[in-house]
């Protein structure tokens, strides 16, 4: 009479078990078995090795046992919360007579064990490869697999044996886990979870869109204005010329030779100011704005007039501060202060300390 182990698996309600074993004494390779397609998603569990790597390792940790069955498991969600694969190693007596082999009803439990599928299992399994059904390549059927685990079993006067299987699933190890762990949320945050996610998505997207034409507007703005300042620059001839055409295309009070300025102007500033008063003396022909006559600028300077560049010459510039606070500047190669020389004939002298007449009159440009 001898006795022959074979392994017992449950899960849920479900239970399998394998053929009786085979001795092997310390080598050679059982039976491959083969993966089954499941709709459900499965985890399907070899015991002992397939040859190769298991049972290269089965034999080096003293397996003489072999298995060569596979059995599969439709695991469901509550499958995952629950106690796992229970394993169980139990031994079945026969006797052989002569050519006869009697199997006797006499079963014994040698060891069990429980395995947790979401500690255990499910991360071991990052081994990625296409599985065969029915004999064939299936191009849409992928197994993650695990090494080779060795199984502790713990018999009624302690550890008993140990069982070398391979463990394996046909959907994504990862997308199980965090279904297992939704699951177990409670229902009010299961539900209102994915309403947040409806209300925050179109949020998110109108936030977004409004991004979007926030920073549409700002190019466009900037756009526009750099043409614009484009466009002033072509149009803004700091020239002398262009400035006494300008100035003459104006109505007289339009323009200001006056610089109401917190230091002395440069010397495009001055040949500008000289040249509007130029501009103003020549204007005489051209028919005036009612009120004109009074005024036109109190000391048209010469059409003849060469100027030097101020800049060259710092100690030329003199000022005036009116009672409002404003200063004007002026630099003598123009010839006198307006607020200095004598007005010709027919010229009124202005009040220069009357801000707010001189302002009003001569409408003073701060550009200048």
Not at 147 to 155: C, E, R
């Amino acid at each position: 009479m001898r006795q022959r182990p074979r392994v017992e698996v449950s899960l849920g309600g479900a239970r399998k078990e394998t053929e009786l074993g085979e001795f092997s004494g310390g080598g050679g390779a059982s039976s491959e078995g083969r993966w089954r397609r499941s709709t459900d998603g499965c985890a399907a569990l070899q015991v002992g090795g397939e040859g190769g790597a298991g049972a290269a390792h089965s034999a080096a940790i003293g397996c003489p046992w072999r298995f060569g069955d596979t059995l599969t498991f439709a695991a469901h969600l509550p499958d995952l919360s629950g106690p796992g694969l229970r394993v169980r190693l139990r031994s079945q007596s026969d006797v052989r007579l002569g050519p006869l082999q009697l199997e006797l009803a006499r079963t014994g439990d040698l060891g069990a064990c429980l395995v947790d599928l979401r500690q255990r299992v499910l991360p071991a399994c990052v081994l990625e490869r296409r599985c065969e059904a029915g004999g064939s390549t299936d191009e849409g059927c992928r197994v993650w697999e695990s090494p080779v685990l060795v199984l502790p079993l713990a018999g009624e006067d302690g550890l008993a044996a140990h069982v070398a299987a391979v463990f394996g699933v046909t959907a994504d190890p990862d997308a199980l886990l965090r279904l297992a762990s939704d699951a177990e949320r409670p229902l009010a945050e299961r539900v209102a979870t994915p309403l947040r996610e409806l209300v925050r998505d179109p949020v998110l997207r109108l936030a977004s869109l409004a991004n979007e034409r926030s920073l549409q507007k700002c190019r466009s703005f900037s756009a526009s204005s750099q043409s614009t300042e484009r466009g002033s620059e072509d149009e803004d001839d700091h020239s002398p010329s262009a400035f006494a055409a300008d100035a003459l295309a104006r109505p007289v009070s339009d323009a200001s030779f006056c610089a109401p300025l917190p230091g002395p102007p440069g010397s495009v500033r001055a040949a500008e100011a000289a040249a509007v008063r130029t501009a103003l003396g020549a204007a005489g022909d051209r028919p005036a704005a009612p009120g004109a006559e009074e005024l036109r600028a109190p000391c048209p300077a010469p059409a003849s007039v060469r100027l030097q560049t101020p800049d060259l010459e710092p100690d030329g510039w003199v000022s005036l501060q009116s009672a409002g606070g404003r200063t004007f500047w002026h630099h003598t190669s123009l010839g006198p202060a307006p607020w200095d020389a004598e007005p010709p004939g027919g010229c009124a002298k202005p009040h220069w300390n009357d801000l707010g007449e001189l302002h009003e009159r001569f409408r003073l440009r701060p550009s200048f």
